[in-house]
């Protein structure tokens, strides 16, 4: 029997592979942090809301013209305010103390026989009638009262002012002409503050 020998190459049996060079191991490359997308519903609301403002502004657009929104009202505004500041020495009736060189400032009104009331209350007496209309007649201030109406008209601020007979009184703006209901005359003023030491002199009896 003849036996072979596994040994030496080329003898009985087919050269063994070559060995493998071994190659160094790079490290893994690593990558920026990806940031996890939101659930497919979730991106879904997202895509869509850009869509759903469009339409809003769409919308407002069509709605405003090629004009652009509409204007908000502006509120009244008083187009005859009163004019016209002249100085007068005014005389307190009850105690005759003078003021002088007060200024007063024409007020137009819308007719004649108007009335003065002896305060700012609504129930206040009638003392006396500012009998002409237009800008024949002068205010010295005005202040708020209790609401005055005269049909559609009414208002709270009345003019301090003396009446054709001589008698001081309140007349209701609602007769002043310009302005609307419930707001107050543009040129004339209202009374200022009055300050004094010691011993104070009584305020404006028109001011009252």
Do not use: I
Request: aromatic residues 6%; neutral net charge.
């Amino acid at each position: 029997m003849t036996t072979l020998q596994l040994g030496a190459a080329g003898e009985g049996s087919p050269p063994p592979p070559p060995p493998r060079r071994a190659v160094p191991s790079s490290p893994p490359t690593r990558h920026p942090a990806v940031t996890s997308l939101s659930p497919p519903e979730r991106r879904t609301s997202l895509h869509a809301a850009p869509f759903r403002v469009r339409l809003a502004a769409l919308a407002v657009v069509a709605l405003a013209g090629p004009a652009g929104p509409a204007a908000v009202p502006a509120q009244a505004t008083d187009s005859v305010p009163c004019h016209t500041t002249v100085k007068r020495d005014l005389v307190d009736p009850s105690s005759g103390r003078t003021w002088p060189g007060t200024g007063v400032m024409y007020c137009n009104l819308t007719r004649g026989h108007v009335s003065v009331h002896a305060s700012r209350s609504s129930g206040s007496p009638v003392v006396g009638h500012l009998e002409q209309g237009g800008a024949a007649n002068w205010f010295v201030t005005e202040m708020k009262g209790e609401t005055y109406r005269d049909g559609a008209a009414e208002n709270q601020w009345r003019a301090s002012t003396r009446a054709d007979n001589g008698r001081w009184g309140w007349t209701p703006e609602v007769s002043f002409a310009g302005g609307g209901n419930y707001e107050d005359d543009a040129g004339l003023l209202m009374p200022g503050s009055y300050t004094c030491a010691n011993t104070c002199a009584p305020a404006p009896f028109w001011a009252h």
